[in-house]
């Protein structure tokens, strides 16, 4: 072999170099598979753009689909900087559906690249922007005008602020996922201007988790979006954990969230989603605070400080300028916060709360794609649904292809459940009513299991 022919390794080889990786031992060296190429990660881990916490999932593994489904093409330059060589095709197997469904997938995202699918429609996002501006609008008229005088003007003008940040949410969203435009920097600036600014939540912070979601959805260990102990527990696996942490002399606190809250975790979550805006906004700040940004850039790190202080004095000013009284100020920001909670919460709990959860094992025998669907679940709406849920009742169709815009994704739909139906993989598509019902029903049956967890505990 020459210098200049790269190093093929064999899959038993890959297995054995990765094997410390795995383990967690914390000198070993990280290397990951991409289109059959074998890169090591080590001193790229922590400067990785979009986070370490989603490229440390991956280790070891095969992540050519998480990576294009991620990347812009820009990314295979910074790639071969790590490249360690080559390694064996695996052959698909005919019998193996969630190989032979995967490579279906992928020659369907090729073709919609062709046609023009991941192609964003400018209209509908200047349409999309200044609409969600406009409900911001609206509220600060309303205050402006009636807010010394009027408790039904004030209520109003809080229901709609509310609105408007589960609004922007959905665009931050779609701009975080670079859905609008093909240059990246163009999104990012609308996220921190309707994420940081406008809503009151950090790109950075929500970026950190939100790739790790998305490269290991539901994969229990690594999806930080069901690692919401102690407050509520989604699976079997997060309740054995949970419990088993505590057999060694828990604390007053811990022994009484195990013993009389998460056993009656059904009786408070529509409680506790009121508070679920208020808690990520102050997430947000306490991240960028304390971290860097996900990018590590000093730049961004300051314009995302700067946005989110001026987002709270903002509307801290407004409130207190344009309200005639501190108990309306007061009802103003509960109702505001509370709109907001249960408008983006119920969203986000529907998309793949109460679908199965994947342990890391199983997941390492499944297909990126299979991984998408099965985890995913779909709500059936109208136009006004579609609005409401920011395109995210299209869940399984924005996993499968997260940079694609919101507007085609009820399109690539029917493609995407016809392959599923050809290879046997499920496909859950329900009603919001019916969703939610489920939703509830698995914490119902995890806070049972929970019961009797913290009988043998304790």
Partial sequence: MTSTEAYLYTRQEFAVLTQDAKDGKPNARKYIIIDNKVYDVTEFVEDHPGGAAVLLTHVGKDASDVFHAMHPESAYEVLANCYAGDIEPVPVAADNKSAVFAQEMRELRDKLE?????????????????????????????????????????????????????????????????????????????????????????????????????????????????????????????????????????????????????????????????????????????????EEAINKSKKLRFFERSCLAAHWILFTGVTIAWIGNV???????????????????????LNHNGMPVISQEKAETMEFFEIQVITGRDVSQGALGDWFMGGLNYQIEHHVFPNMPRHNLSKVKPMVKSLCKKYGIHYHDTSFINGTIEVMSTLDIVQKLSFRLSKKSF
């Fill in 114 to 290: 062709q046609q023009g699918y991941f192609n964003s429609s400018t209209g509908f996002y200047i349409y999309k922007v200044l609409s969600t501006l406009a409900l911001c609008g609206a509220a600060f008229v309303l205050l402006y005008l009636y807010g010394k005088t009027s408790t039904l003007a004030v209520v109003t003008a809080a229901f709609l602020v509310g609105v408007f940040w589960q609004q922007c949410g959905w665009l931050a969203h779609d701009f975080g996922h670079h859905q609008a435009f093909k240059d990246r920097s163009f999104n990012d600036v609308l996220v921190v201007f309707l994420g940081d600014f406008c809503q009151g939540f950090s790109l950075s912070w929500w970026k950190n988790k939100h790739n790790t979601h998305h490269a290991s959805t539901n994969v229990h260990g690594h999806d930080p979006d069901i690692d919401t102990a102690p407050i509520l527990l989604w699976d079997e696996y997060a309740s054995a954990n949970y419990y088993g942490s505590l057999q060694d002399e828990p604390g007053t606190l811990s022994r009484f969230f195990a013993e009389s809250v998460l056993p009656n975790q059904t009786r408070y979550f529509f409680f506790i989603l009121a508070f679920a805006r208020l808690s990520w906004a102050v997430q947000s700040v306490m991240y960028m605070v304390s």
């Fill in 327 to 349: 108990s309306n100020m007061l009802l103003f920001f509960f109702v505001s916060q509370t709109v907001a909670g249960y408008f983006i919460a119920l969203v986000f709990a």
